[in-house]
């Protein structure tokens, strides 16, 4: 018996795996700093917990609709509109169980076998393989340093063919922590205005957001609206990353139907209290999520300030998220590591800071560091990696 060609190439996650490794190796008793995790490290405010504890009391365990409940979908909307001035209704949302599958729905609504998918690099480690899975074609268009890693027109422009089908964009972005401005969008957008490409824009962490307001593509110009599609979640914002609830939201009410009938093909519904919980995220009082974007700011500026004083590492400064992007290739050749794979294996190995190697992102010379860890554990991982960088000199 053998198993389907799709699986047979498919990669795993690596920043799942890592993170799967680290608590494996912490459980058997090793002292480790792990820079891996792509979730905040805060509690769930206590008053979603308490509405989704509320929703199980009241017997809210059953189906919902394939796309998710009425009341979480019009807030949502809701919220889109306040955000980006739009009039979008319920039926201009789907709920998913996350963001991640939101997008896998998404890829194989849209996708037929050979379209092309453009993609910024580097990337978040899914979208390739989810792409793959719904028979396209990713086309990696590399961004640049100097750029603030962050696509341009020019670079859009050359990277669209015949069969491209869509446009991938993460705002802010994982791994980068990059984020565009509304003038950056705006020139991103001229130059698909009259090409019949959809916008998937990527925006879970659009509250995590540290210099400048968050602005989305569809808020650049009317005809955007009609061709993105927003990707979000409470995932990240409301460090509810266990409870599995996502969204995709589009004017078109067709694309939303398609998900629908999708999901409900496939997890028949998200967790029925788990969209309580969200329920009561979407509505409730920003300040639980202003103070713990307060903390992820004094983070970034702490290991940002820490890592400049390790030499053969350079950072980018993130703008949004809670990522570290980080150029090894100075350590990296003055070690004597090939790629970031085995000098991150050395690194845990050897000085126990789990990191997570720029390969699975499209950039094999670079690694990722999380800042969602405690400011002390931030110093002590950063102490730790400058012995490391420090004493070795040969693999």
Do not use: C
Request: glycine share 8%; no cysteine.
């Amino acid at each position: 018996m053998t198993l389907s060609e799709r699986v047979k190439t498919l990669q795993p996650s690596p920043t799942l795996a890592l993170a799967a490794k680290a608590k494996a190796l912490a459980a058997e008793g090793r002292d480790l700093v792990a820079f891996t995790a792509g979730e905040p490290d805060f509690d769930t405010p206590a008053e979603i917990v308490e509405a989704a504890v509320q929703a199980l009391r009241e017997g809210k365990t059953r189906y919902t609709p394939s796309g998710g409940i009425p009341e979480l979908r019009r807030a949502v909307a809701a919220m889109i509109n306040r955000d980006r001035g739009l009039s979008w209704s319920e039926k201009n949302v789907h709920i998913a169980s996350g963001a991640k599958q939101a997008l896998y729905h998404l890829f194989q609504a849209l996708l037929d076998p050979g379209d092309e998918v453009i993609v910024p690099t580097p990337y978040w480690v899914s979208y390739p393989e989810q792409i793959h899975l719904a028979g396209g074609v990713p086309v990696f268009v590399p961004t640049r340093p100097e750029d603030g890693y962050k696509l341009t027109p020019e670079a859009l422009e050359r990277a669209i063919g015949p069969r491209t089908k869509a446009f991938v964009l993460n705002s802010p972005s994982n791994p980068t922590g990059a984020m565009y401005t509304e003038e950056e969008l705006f020139g991103l957008f001229s130059v698909l205005v009259h090409r019949p490409v959809w916008i998937i824009a990527d925006e879970i962490y659009e509250r995590l957001v540290y210099d400048g307001p968050h602005t989305s593509i569809i808020a650049v110009d009317p005809q955007a609206v009609e061709r993105t599609v927003i990707v979000s979640g409470v995932s990240k914002t409301y460090a509810m990353t266990g409870w599995r609830i996502g969204w995709a939201a589009a004017a078109d009410e067709r694309l939303i139907r398609a998900l629908d009938d999708l999901a409900s093909q496939s997890t028949s519904n998200p967790t029925t209290f788990a969209q309580y919980g969200a329920l009561a995220a979407v509505t409730m009082d920003p300040a639980p999520v202003a103070a713990m974007v307060e903390a992820f700011r004094r983070r970034r500026d702490l290991i940002v300030e820490r890592i400049a004083g390790v030499p053969g590492l350079r950072a980018f400064r993130p703008s949004g998220a809670f990522y570290l992007w980080v150029d090894v290739r100075e350590a990296m050749e003055r070690q004597g590591f090939p790629d970031a794979d085995r000098w991150a294996a050395a690194l845990l190995e050897e000085a126990g800071v789990v990191v997570v190697p720029g390969s699975g992102f499209g950039d094999a010379g670079h690694v990722r560091l999380s800042f969602a860890l405690g400011e002390a554990a931030i110093e002590e991982g950063v102490r730790r990696l400058a012995a490391f960088v420090g004493r070795r000199r040969e693999v």
